[in-house]
């Protein structure tokens, strides 16, 4: 069995104090034997308007969150997935997930790739793309605690071509950290992490943001681990923050992919034209 730690948050507009609440829970993650330690989309810094945010996004060789993290997990000896925006080498902006390993190297990075931009009936609005750069391309990391590991961000979710690429990729576990509206998660959010967990035959892991933000805006919580059975093994609520603890059988995926071996039975569908 692997222990891994989720850490649900409600991340505000000073990284210091992201960070701090961060690493804290590398150490006491560590301490209470946790070999992986998962953050939400956007730990180190949630806020939506973009003067201000500007001061705090950096590029990532400059981030003292990033460094003070980076220390962090090689202190602790724990995995760490950080969820952050960064600028980019383009000089605009990434909303990112990197990954450090025990001695707090980088052993990943991804850039969300599907940009959030959505009107809800009850008014609420979001338009990622006006801030953000879509990554490019899938990410997985080999030789994890949990195996091969994917990353995806947030609204990554709903498109599960990103999903069969990471299939593609034989991925034993996926992160999805998260930073959901309460609305679309009331709607989808069990819904989607469990039907990712179940085509890929591998756990999901996601991290979540919850509460009522500094910024204004209200996130859904409930961090979830999912087995690739499609069953929930960790839900933390939607109430309060906080760090979470799941142990992982890594034996259950050979088990599920030899019961349904739907990853060995894909074929790939021929395009044909729209009539």
Same mark, same amino acid.
């Given at each position: ?28 993650a ?29 590029? /990532? ?14 202190? +602790? ?5 950080l ?11 990434a ?11 980088i052993?990943?990075r ?13 008014? /609420? ?15 997985? %990391? ?11 961000? %947030? ?11 990471l299939?593609?990729?034989? %991925? ?18 069990? #819904?989607l ?8 035959s591998?756990?999901?892991?996601? +991290?979540?943001?919850?509460? /009522? ?6 996130t ?19 109430? /309060?923050?906080?760090?979470?603890? %799941? ?11 030899g019961? #349904?071996?739907?990853? +060995? ?11």
């Amino acid at each position: 069995m692997t222990k891994i730690a989720l850490l649900q948050m409600t991340s505000g507009t000073d990284p210091q104090a992201n960070a701090a609440s961060i690493c804290e829970a590398a150490n006491r993650a560590a301490s209470l034997g946790a070999a992986m330690l998962f953050t939400p989309e956007m730990a180190g810094l949630l806020d939506q308007k973009r003067s201000r945010a500007s001061e705090n996004i950096v590029r /990532e060789g400059q981030s003292q969150l990033v460094k003070d993290v980076a220390r962090a997990a090689d202190e +602790a000896g724990i995995w760490v997935s950080l969820g952050l925006p960064v600028e980019n080498a383009r000089g605009g902006w990434a909303n990112r997930t990197i990954l450090f390993d025990t001695a707090g190297k980088i052993a990943a990075r991804y850039d969300k790739i599907h940009m959030f931009d959505m009107a809800l009936d009850g008014g /609420e609005s979001w338009q990622e793309s006006r801030a953000y750069d879509p990554g490019k391309e899938a990410v997985s %990391c080999p030789d994890t605690p949990l195996g091969r590991l994917g990353l995806t961000i %947030c609204y990554d979710i709903r498109f599960p071509a990103l999903f069969e690429e990471l299939g593609r990729h034989a %991925c034993d576990a996926i992160a999805t950290p998260a930073a959901f509206t309460v609305p679309t998660g009331r709607a989808h959010w069990h #819904l989607l992490q469990r039907a990712r967990a179940v085509e890929a035959s591998a756990f999901v892991i996601a +991290a979540a943001q919850v509460g /009522e933000h500094e910024d204004g805006r209200r996130t859904y919580g409930h961090s979830l681990v999912i087995d690739p059975w499609g069953e929930v093994l960790l839900d933390m609520g939607g109430e /309060e923050a906080g760090l979470g603890f %799941c142990e992982i059988d890594l034996g259950r995926i050979a088990e599920v992919r030899g019961q #349904l071996p739907s990853l +060995a039975n894909r074929r790939d569908i021929p395009k044909s034209p729209v009539q």
